[in-house]
């Protein structure tokens, strides 16, 4: 019999975000200090002994609306070696979504690295990280799965070390969002025209809480303020986060409207996550440790 393996899909946390520039292909030059919620996750299973297909079920399965990134990760895993059969993929989804915090990146991520894991002898499927581009910008640095600089759109990925200790509490309204909520944020923000030169990155260490956050008050979120202005809710979560007791910084993550409230250890973050949670009981609010 052929075990089911399983894989974590992890949020992302962008706990930077600068924004340098409009590129002419139409994207954004980005920088960004990314790290990962180990204990907040979408789990993707798969079964290589059953007929190929995807199946979704968990909490917020239900606003998942088209093709989603799992289905995508299937079809072009299958296009590298269409003769191999992949096996049934099961996402069991927790995160929310259009959240900022990487959902669905974490997942097409979780089944290139589970499809890896489970057919070890097709070559095709060995080296990903060059073709994890073409399933979004965040593709790549989730499919590392680990602290990272990222740069260019995604592609660009440098190793980051942050303190082991190092612990979040995320919050998401669970309002609606608008479905262009990413396109009208950039374009409101109205980048300038990249200039066609970055400095290039180096990989980073951070040997203590205080060190990382020394970095993040120097490289902010480009996006916070203009996104607090589609999402309302955004400024409210942050202050909320930043009043509990033990936050060293709160802000947003990627596009939003998730936040993030740093901590330097997981027993703060999980004490204040039970308050914020009393508080303000239509909120999704989760505590974690990063990697």
């Known amino acids: 019999m052929t075990a089911i393996l399983t894989e974590r899909a992890c949020a992302k946390i962008n706990l930077t975000l600068r924004v340098l520039g409009r590129r002419t ?3 954004h030059e980005l920088e960004s200090l990314v790290a990962f919620a180990s204990d907040i996750y979408d789990v993707i299973s798969l079964d290589s ?3 190929t297909r995807v199946s979704v079920t968990g909490p917020t399965a239900a606003y998942l609306t088209g093709k989603n990134l799992v289905e995508e990760a299937q079809t072009l895993m299958q296009s590298l070696a269409p003769d191999e059969p992949i096996g049934a993929l099961h996402l069991d989804k927790h995160l929310p979504i259009a959240a900022g915090i990487g959902g669905g990146s974490a997942d097409a991520a979780a089944v290139l690295r589970i499809v890896q894991r489970a057919h070890p002898h097709v070559p095709e499927w060995q080296d990903l990280s060059s ?3 073409k399933l979004g910008a965040d593709v790549p640095v989730c499919f590392a799965n680990r602290a990272s600089i990222m740069s260019g759109i995604g592609e660009h990925l440098q190793n980051a070390v942050i303190p082991a200790a190092c612990a979040i509490v995320l919050v998401n309204p669970q309002t609606h969002v608008p479905a262009d909520k990413t396109a009208r944020i950039f374009s409101a ?3 300038p ?7 290039p990155m180096s ?3 951070f040997t203590d809480v205080d060190a990382l956050l020394s970095y993040m008050a120097e490289h902010r979120n480009d996006l916070e303020t203009v996104a607090s202005k ?3 809710e955004i400024a409210d979560m942050c202050e909320a986060l930043f009043a509990t007791q033990g936050c060293r910084i ?4 990627g596009a939003g409207p998730t936040c993030f409230g740093l901590f330097d250890t997981i027993e703060l973050a999980t004490d204040a996550a039970l308050k914020l949670s009393a508080n303000h009981p239509t909120w999704w609010i989760k505590a974690s440790r990063l990697q």
Do not use: T
């Not at 025209?193 to 400095?199: C, L, N, P, R, V």
């Open 25 to 27: 292909d139409g994207y």
């Open 49 to 51: 002994a059953a007929p």
């Open 131 to 133: 073709v994890a581009y």
């Open 189 to 191: 923000l109205a980048a």
């Open 193 to 199: 025209e990249y200039s066609g030169y970055a400095s």
């Open 203 to 205: 990989s980073l260490k």
């Open 230 to 232: 589609v999402v309302l």
């Open 250 to 253: 709160a802000r947003m993550s």
